[in-house]
């Protein structure tokens, strides 16, 4: 009986916020991740050009549904006053307003990031990649909202997952600017150029 009624007594809505919010962060870094990883030769080795951006869609499609999800949850929830206004406008709330708001532009970025990926084809490479960059605003935002504005933030897995998510973006970042947005365009016409010559392909660095 005491079993029962602690069940019916937990905060639903309100554990649901915090477990969409964990999860929708770490599917933001997967994507993010996923974006650099895929186009390694390793991977290019293992699976197809098809393959690699489904899976990169996946995982941004469900960091986007995750969110979503977080904001409803916390619309639902009673713990604290958040209005559905709230989830589009930033600065609506009263329970720290600045780092929610962080949250609020984390989702826009998201959702631009998401429907510009739709429109590719017409708005051209140069602009494409320019608006995708905007991932990594995802990136950073989300980080300060749930440090900020996350009940758990104080929580050393929790920040541990902050720190390791950071070290990880800023790996990936790092070594995409290293090797440069046309380092595949590159080695591929290097090897070809090899090829060409009878010798045998450079070897490059990974995307």
């Known amino acids: 009986m005491n079993l029962i009624t602690g069940i019916t007594d937990v905060p639903f809505w309100w554990m649901l916020a915090r477990v969409s919010g964990i999860v929708g962060y770490l599917l933001i870094v997967g994507s993010m991740v996923s974006g650099v990883v895929l186009h390694t030769r390793l991977v290019q080795k293992l699976a197809s050009p098809m393959a690699r951006m489904e899976w990169h869609r996946i995982l941004a499609l469900l960091g986007l549904a995750l969110v979503a999800l977080h904001g409803v949850a916390l619309v639902m929830d009673n713990y604290v006053t958040v209005t559905w206004a709230d989830l589009f406008v930033p600065a609506g709330t009263e329970y720290r307003p600045l780092w929610v708001s962080f949250g609020v532009l984390a989702m826009w970025l998201m959702l631009i990031v998401s429907l510009t990926a ?22 950073i935002t989300a980080t300060v ?21 950071t070290a990880l973006v800023a790996g990936v970042a790092a ?33």
């Open 175 to 207: 070594r995409r600017l290293i090797a440069g947005p046309n380092a595949p365009l590159k080695r591929r016409r290097a090897t070809g150029d090899a090829q060409r010559a009878g010798g045998a392909p450079s070897a490059g660095v990974g995307e």
């Open 118 to 139: 739709m429109w590719r084809k017409h708005l051209g490479a140069k602009a494409w990649k320019a608006i995708h960059l905007a991932s990594y605003g995802v990136f």
């Open 145 to 165: 909202h749930g440090l900020m504005a996350g009940t758990d933030s104080n929580q050393p897995w929790m920040l541990g997952i902050y720190v390791a998510s």
